[in-house]
């Protein structure tokens, strides 16, 4: 079973302070993504990775930096949280080059309160 | 810019009544289509997906979708639902070789006993 978790369920912030959430996947995926989803607004794509140290911005990268130093783990950080990223973050991984093998495995997501 | 439309933000249906939940692209090309759903509490999971070949895709659950490439839909479609089938539903897109998806911006469904 592919597993991918994210360090916290919930956590809560204030303005102005640095986060950071974590994503790790089991599956030696090669591809992870970090998304915000917003009642209304779907999932939006912030940044993702597809291999160690390589990143590409998403749709909504503002206000947002990502880390991936090894394989199975990605970081999203907030480098001055602010209260308009008050947001569930959802991590994702997949293969790449998978054709039809391709899909996306989600995380739990963490519902993050910036106060 | 790539974009996929839900048009129902909100689907009230009683047990056993028929679903279904439209889903547009604006992609051209080659192009995948997903279904993802998010139950109450849980991750987003895999309902089905489509990349080639018959049109009408099944899924778990008893769900089905139909790719029709001359209306850029890929609706999904329950003839039954159950209770159990309350959650939010989300379609996505991606041209082929492409690692993002675009998803569109949900569909919640409430069944009601």
């Known amino acids: 079973d592919v597993k991918v978790t994210q360090s916290s369920r919930y956590l809560v912030k204030r303005t102005g302070e640095k986060v950071f959430l974590e994503c790790v996947q089991d599956?030696?995926?090669?591809?992870m993504f970090w998304y915000r989803q917003d009642p209304g607004l779907g999932l939006r794509l912030i940044y993702f990775?597809?291999?160690?140290?390589?990143?590409e911005k998403g749709d909504i990268p503002e206000g947002y930096s990502v880390s991936r130093e090894k394989k199975e783990r990605f970081s999203l950080i907030l480098e001055s949280a602010s209260t308009n990223q008050t947001s569930m973050y959802l991590c994702?991984?997949?293969?790449?080059?998978?054709?039809?093998?391709?899909?996306?495995?989600f995380g739990p997501g963490t519902r993050l309160t910036v106060t | 810019a790539q974009s996929v439309s839900q048009h129902n933000h909100h689907v009230i249906l009683s047990e056993a009544a028929s679903l279904e939940l439209g889903c547009n692209y604006s992609?051209?090309?080659?192009?995948?289509l997903f279904w993802y759903v998010q139950y109450p509490g849980q991750h987003l999971q895999l309902l089905l997906k489509?990349?080639?070949?018959?049109?009408l895709v099944k899924g778990i659950k008893g769900f089905e979708a139909e790719f029709i490439k001359s209306k850029f839909s890929f609706n999904l479609r329950k003839p039954s639902v159950q209770w159990s089938d309350t959650a939010e539903y989300f379609c996505?897109?991606?041209?082929?070789?492409?690692?993002?998806?675009?998803f569109g911006t949900g569909t919640r469904l409430t069944i009601i006993p």
């Open positions: 992609y051209g090309g080659t192009v995948n």
């Open positions: 994702a991984s997949s293969f790449g080059e998978s054709g039809q093998l391709y899909e996306q495995y």
């Open positions: 489509y990349f080639s070949g018959d049109p």
């Open positions: 996505a897109a991606r041209h082929f070789g492409n690692e993002k998806l675009t």
């Open positions: 990775s597809y291999d160690v140290k390589m990143k």
């Open positions: 599956m030696d995926h090669e591809n």
